[in-house]
């Protein structure tokens, strides 16, 4: 068989397949919040997860070193992650189900979930602060008392807050162009 | 957005599913054999080309947009995903009803083998070829995919090469 026919045969059969039900080349909002909520509740089992570690990990470290140091470090991680947590289980609240089964609920749900992300956002800009304050009073303090070297500190600190502010600043760029989307869906799936 | 934008955007969207819905399909039954994850996939990509399309210019065919967008969101797909297609599940296909049932199975029987071994080649070799069985000239493949006409000749040579010897494989 020459190059074109062999081509042209794939081509018939490949084009054979047709979708069965037009619906389905439809934007369905149902499929897409349901698909949001399995990937929420899986975000939340991680996060949930990576706290039980941290409460684990802190709880045997200052446990190995139990001076006031480590035992207010680790304090300091549990109260961090029992806010972080709680917080995450209250913001999710109420957006794992649609009111309704129709498009217009479907919609609002992922509006409700953009918003709602963007608020654990703002929490997350102000729990970053929080945590530059504590550690650069904490290395503040180490160098006064011990003369540790900053520069190390310095550049692994500098390094991750820089990474986790550019990470939030693209995660509000990504939901804030989801909101745009979903707005103008509403008068095109309805 | 003024609401007389909105509404040519939903024109502008609805035309493309007319007009490319079923390739577009058939493009994720490249990534994906379970219907269930193919309809997914299907629904990501019409979401991203809803997402996008307030930003196309017209600097290329609604078609070349389309499948640009919808192979980005398919490479992502793969990407997160991490491993290969399965392969249990077809794409429907209409039969035709002149053909007696055993051509019709003969017929159905090489389809799914074909489907089959396009799901086994190589990401960038599939995507080269699924372009070229939509009927996609050189040009407008190069421009989906960002790469030069000599680099699709390329890829699509090898391509045919790779898909027909695993065609041989499963007669």
């Not at chain 1, 997860?49 to 140091?69: D, H, I, K, N, Q």
């Not at chain 1, 035992?71 to 209250?90: E, M, S």
């Not at chain 2, 990509?45 to 398919?74: M, Y």
């Amino acid at each position: 068989m020459s190059m074109d026919l062999e081509l042209a045969a794939w081509r018939t059969d490949w084009q054979a397949h047709q979708p069965s039900d037009a619906a389905m080349l439809r934007l369905d909002p149902g499929r897409l919040v349901e698909r949001e909520r399995r990937k929420m509740a899986l975000g939340l089992f991680g996060q949930l997860l990576f706290g039980a570690v941290m409460l684990a990990f802190s709880a045997w470290f200052a446990s190995t070193r139990p001076t006031l140091e480590w035992i207010l470090w680790a304090a300091v991680i549990w109260a961090g992650t029992f806010f972080a947590a709680g917080f995450a289980v209250w913001n999710k609240a109420g957006t794992w189900k649609a009111m309704s089964q129709s498009n217009a609920a479907f919609l609002d749900l992922s509006r409700q979930r953009c918003l709602r992300e963007l608020r654990a956002l703002r929490i997350g800009r102000w729990f970053l602060a929080v945590q530059l304050a504590i550690v650069a009073a904490w290395l503040s303090w180490d160098y006064a008392v011990r003369r540790l070297p900053m520069r190390p500190y310095f550049f692994a600190g500098g390094a991750t807050i820089l990474l986790a502010a550019a990470y939030l600043e693209w995660f509000a760029l990504r939901e804030r162009r989801s909101l745009r989307a979903l707005g103008r869906l509403d008068e095109f799936v309805d | 957005m003024s609401s007389v934008d909105r509404r040519a955007l939903a024109a502008q969207y609805e035309r493309i599913f007319e007009a490319h819905g079923p390739a577009l399909l058939r493009l994720t039954a490249s990534y994906e054999a379970p219907p269930q994850a193919r309809e997914d996939l299907l629904q990501e990509i019409l979401l991203a080309i809803w997402r996008a399309l307030p930003s196309f210019r017209g600097d290329c065919s609604e078609k070349t947009f389309a499948f640009r967008v919808a192979h980005n969101r398919c490479l992502t797909h793969v990407w997160r995903r991490g491993k290969s297609p399965q392969s249990e599940a077809e794409l429907p296909e209409v039969p035709d009803p002149r053909k007696s049932p055993e051509t019709l199975a003969i017929d159905s029987r090489r389809r799914e083998t074909l489907l089959a071994a396009i799901r086994a080649l190589p990401v960038n070799y599939r995507q080269v070829i699924t372009l070229a069985l939509e009927d996609m000239t050189p040009a407008e493949i190069a421009a989906v995919l960002g790469v030069t006409e000599n680099n699709v000749a390329v890829r699509l040579n090898r391509a045919r090469k790779a898909l027909r010897s695993i065609l041989e494989e499963r007669p």
